[in-house]
């Protein structure tokens, strides 16, 4: 999305807009002698044109904000904030229409010039006030620069797809659990909010693709000790997640005592109501492994595929009333 919005520095679009003026001002076919006032026409029209269009290509390259899936708006508000970018895309904007009206406005004075030596003059002045412009937005320019560097990497992330979100404690097995579901090496994304990178894999599911995600430094610890970026980004997570899978580990081995992790899924099942969440009760094929009483959850090896094949199962009935409240949900619309 962000990869296609061009780079622009101000020098070299002034270049570029000046060098093309003066060749196609001089490629008029009557004599030169006689058409200086439309020669610096044509310049000050293609030059304030290749500008303005310069320009253009950087704001029409941005989505619609508005229209934009709420995930992808919410970390693109993170990542750069919308309010910033819709500020400097705003200046550049601006500069398009001051740039037309300037050039109108000398196009119609050097056409009334009355002789060449004042055409010529007026045209050096409408290049000056063009320069002028673009030194206005130039700290404008310069911030969409740096945001779109850090906009071209968004993780390739689909919010458009089933997502399964994986939950729990660092070291209790999410990884292992994230390629014996998908038995695939998973997508590793890097993201602004979290120094780890993001794990995303997929398995299919009657022909529809489904997402699942690993979530390192978002999920894996209590609330309480998150800064704000990382809370907006686990908002940003509920317009994503359609299913959660909460491991557990009950060796305790991943150096979290049951109580907390018991406490964090309580934190994460208040703050995503509504999005249904599978318990899984991870390294059951250890010795050290305690007794679960918990019967809503299900005894699984990731390390070993212990009762992933239970697991699939569970997953697959979540799939099929999601899809059938979808299908439901059109036909009655």
């Given at each position: 999305?962000?990869?296609?919005?061009?780079r622009?520095?101000i020098?070299e679009?002034?270049d570029?807009?000046?060098?093309?003026?003066?060749k196609?001002?001089?490629?008029?076919?009557?004599?030169?002698?006689?058409?200086v006032?439309?020669k610096?026409?044509?310049?000050?029209?293609?030059a304030?044109?290749?500008?303005?269009?310069?320009?253009?290509?950087?704001?029409d390259?941005?989505?619609?904000?508005?229209?934009?899936?709420?995930?992808?708006?919410?970390?693109?508000?993170?990542?750069?904030?919308i309010d910033?970018?819709?500020?400097?895309?705003?200046?550049?904007s601006?500069a398009?229409?001051?740039?037309n009206?300037?050039?109108?406005?000398?196009?119609?004075?050097?056409?009334?010039?009355?002789?060449?030596?004042e055409?010529?003059?007026?045209?050096?002045?409408?290049?000056?006030?063009?320069?002028?412009?673009?030194?206005?937005i130039?700290?404008?320019?310069?911030?969409?620069?740096?945001?779109?560097?850090?906009?071209?990497?968004?993780?390739?992330?689909?919010?458009?797809?089933?997502?399964?979100?994986i939950?729990?404690?660092?070291?209790?097995?999410?990884?292992?659990?994230l390629?014996?579901?998908?038995?695939?090496?998973?997508?590793?994304?890097?993201?602004?909010?979290?120094?780890?990178?993001i794990?995303?894999?997929?398995?299919?599911?009657?022909?529809?693709?489904?997402?699942?995600?690993?979530?390192?430094?978002?999920l894996d610890?209590?609330f309480?000790d998150?800064?704000?970026?990382?809370?907006?980004a686990?908002?940003?997570?509920?317009?994503?997640?359609?299913?959660?899978?909460?491991?557990?580990?009950?060796t305790?081995?991943?150096?979290?005592?049951?109580?907390?992790?018991?406490?964090?899924?309580?934190?994460?099942?208040?703050?995503?109501?509504?999005?249904?969440?599978?318990?899984?009760?991870n390294?059951a094929?250890l010795k050290?492994?305690?007794?679960?009483t918990?019967?809503q959850?299900?005894e699984?090896?990731?390390?070993e595929?212990?009762?992933i094949d239970?697991?699939?199962?569970?997953?697959?009935k979540?799939?099929?009333?999601?899809?059938?409240?979808?299908?439901?949900y059109?036909?009655?619309?």
């Open positions: 999305m962000f990869k296609e919005i061009p622009i520095e020098d679009i002034v570029k807009a000046f060098k093309l003026a003066k196609k001002a001089l490629s008029s076919k009557k004599n030169l002698n006689e058409i006032k439309e610096e026409s044509i310049r000050v029209t293609v304030g044109e290749t500008l303005a269009e310069s320009l253009f290509k950087v704001v390259r941005y989505p619609s904000f508005d229209r934009l899936p709420p995930f992808t708006r919410e970390l693109i508000d993170i990542i750069a904030g910033t970018l819709r500020h400097n895309l705003g200046a550049l601006f398009i229409h001051t740039i009206s300037i050039k109108v406005e000398y196009i119609k004075n050097i056409r009334r010039a009355k002789t060449t030596q055409a010529s003059a007026l045209r050096k002045e409408c290049y000056g006030r063009y320069i002028s412009i673009l030194k206005q130039d700290r404008n320019i310069k911030v969409l620069n740096e945001l779109r560097e850090k906009l071209k990497n968004l993780p390739s992330i689909n919010p458009d797809l089933y997502t399964i979100v939950a729990g404690f660092p070291n209790v097995g999410k990884s292992s659990l390629k014996s579901l998908t038995n695939s090496e998973p997508e590793i994304n890097s993201y602004p909010f979290t120094t780890k990178g794990n995303v894999s997929s398995f299919e599911y009657n022909r529809k693709k489904i997402q699942v995600v690993d979530t390192p430094g978002l610890r209590e309480k998150r800064n704000p970026i990382e809370l907006q686990i908002s940003a997570l509920k317009y994503l997640a359609k299913l959660i899978l909460f491991v557990f580990d009950p305790e081995s991943c150096g979290y005592n049951m109580e907390m992790q018991l406490n964090l899924y309580k934190e994460i099942s208040n703050e995503f109501i509504g999005v249904p969440i599978i318990k899984l009760f390294k094929d050290e492994w305690g007794y679960v918990d019967k959850g299900i699984i090896s990731a390390q595929g212990l009762n239970i697991l699939k199962k569970e997953i697959e979540k799939l099929i009333d999601y899809f059938e409240e979808e299908v439901d059109y036909e009655k619309n």
